[in-house]
């Protein structure tokens, strides 16, 4: 039995008749669609829903995009992501189109269905465990990422995904910006994985905390890297500028908005450097390096464009959700923390 999330006429983004490509609003539509687009296209794959019975192809159809290359992971065979094509008709050519994406290349996160849990939580867990670089999966997503740049320039390519897959696009993304290409991105529900600190509701207690984990943090940092050490490869992320949307409500990504505004806040009481210092370090990467293991956890990040959406979530699955990013009735604020 088909899902009604799987209907794009039942869930998607249908009051998005027209695409004004100068507005972040329909761009983060339009891509969140499209990663949808690429859970659905497992489903109907592990359903095997084809032709007419198929359910996917209205996700990116209706905003005139084709998939031009379908991304198969070799463990389990199962679709977990794609690459898109822009194809407007001459009718809609006008000013925004050339704002548009010409390639959107998507990947989606976990499904939790027999035909794919096994490979996608095994996935997390190479997540969890800082060495998602190192699978198949990942290494796949790559290569499709280097070839598409490489043939049509990184100004020219999008890249977005979903909880697991924001991941894979947050490590694309930051590889790519090492070699000085800053590729558009869009991370929908991105892992950031810490103490729940986001639960707490006395601000002052929360905030008291934050300022204790920074002055740790960094003092660690000095204890074990030295007071001379710069983190050049963290400073030359800096230019690069994703877009991160996450629910206050989920507490898979939600630690990011802490993560930015506290930044902000130990420069307000003449503690920036010691922010700066404890935002490109975890715990964890510095216990690691004073063992001579090397490790850089894949949630640090030097600037982003972080929307947050405050609507009240009825529950997990809502809070954590794709379908969220599309609906026009939720309560969204928007904040560009730039590093430099």
């Known amino acids: 039995m088909t899902s009604q999330r799987d209907v794009f006429e039942v869930s998607g983004p249908v009051h998005l008749t027209s695409v004004n490509w100068n507005c972040l609003h329909y761009q983060r539509s339009v891509a969140a669609s499209l ?28 905003f005139h995009f084709e998939v031009i290359r379908k991304l198969i992971d070799d463990s389990d065979f199962s679709i977990f992501g794609a690459i898109y094509e822009y194809r407007p008709p001459i009718s809609l050519q006008n000013s925004t189109v050339t704002k548009a994406p010409r390639f959107v290349i998507v990947f989606r996160g ?6 794919s849990v096994s490979r996608d939580v095994k996935l997390d867990l190479h997540l969890l465990r800082n060495d998602l670089h190192q699978t198949s999966r990942f290494e796949i997503a790559m ?11 990184h100004q020219n390519v999008w890249v ?12 694309a993304g930051k590889i790519m910006a090492k070699d000085g290409m800053n590729l558009k991105a869009f991370l929908f529900n991105p892992p ?3 103490a729940p600190i986001e639960r707490i509701k006395d601000k002052k207690v929360k905030q008291g905390i934050r300022i204790a984990s920074s002055f740790i943090t960094a003092g660690l940092a000095l204890a074990v890297k030295g007071p001379h050490h710069k983190s050049d490869s963290f400073r030359k992320l800096s230019s690069w500028v994703p877009y991160l949307f996450v629910n206050q409500a989920d507490d898979i990504c939600s630690s990011y908005v802490g993560y930015f505004d506290h930044r902000k806040k130990m420069e307000e009481i ?8 404890a935002t490109q370090n975890s715990v964890r990467d510095l216990f690691l390096s004073a063992f001579g293991m090397e490790s850089e956890s894949l949630h640090l990040l030097p600037s982003a464009n972080l929307t947050v ?16 990013w599309w609906r026009p009735d939720v309560d969204l604020q928007s904040k560009v923390y730039l590093y430099d």
Do not use: C
Request: charged share 20%.
């Open 35 to 62: 990663v949808q687009g690429a859970y659905v296209l497992e489903r109907d794959r592990q359903q095997n829903r084809q032709g007419s019975e198929a359910r996917a192809p209205p996700w990116w159809e209706s």
């Open 110 to 115: 976990t499904i939790t269905k027999k035909e």
């Open 143 to 153: 290569q499709a990422v280097r070839a598409l740049v490489s043939a049509f320039g």
């Open 160 to 171: 977005a995904g979903h909880s697991l897959g924001a991941a894979m696009v947050t490590l």
């Open 192 to 194: 950031f994985f810490s």
């Open 270 to 277: 003449g503690a920036g450097n010691i922010g700066k210092l």
């Open 309 to 324: 959406n405050s609507s009240p979530a009825p529950d997990f699955k809502h809070a954590h959700g794709i379908h969220q």
